[in-house]
């Protein structure tokens, strides 16, 4: 799936949102989340397990094409964001 900053705005502007990986596996535990965006330079130990957790929950990862800092600029956020998880509606 090709995703781009205009599209990861918009998600962010519109949807209810989480960041940061515990957060991201607290609600993916739970069953709350419908997506997840990892960027392109996540830790891999933490990719593993975030893929893990999707495929046990059957929700998509979804790698975009841009590093944590690009991703925290995104998010309007003054520090690197790797993860972006999207709240069911």
Known sequence: MKVDAAEIKKIIQERKTV????QVLRQLKKGKLES???T???DENTRKMIEKFCSISGIGAN???FNNQELGTLCKK???VSILGVVKS
């Open 78 to 80: 003054p520090f690197p």
């Open 36 to 38: 997840i965006y990892l």
């Open 40 to 42: 392109s330079n996540i």
């Open 63 to 65: 790698t975009i094409p």
């Open 19 to 22: 960041i940061g990986r515990e």
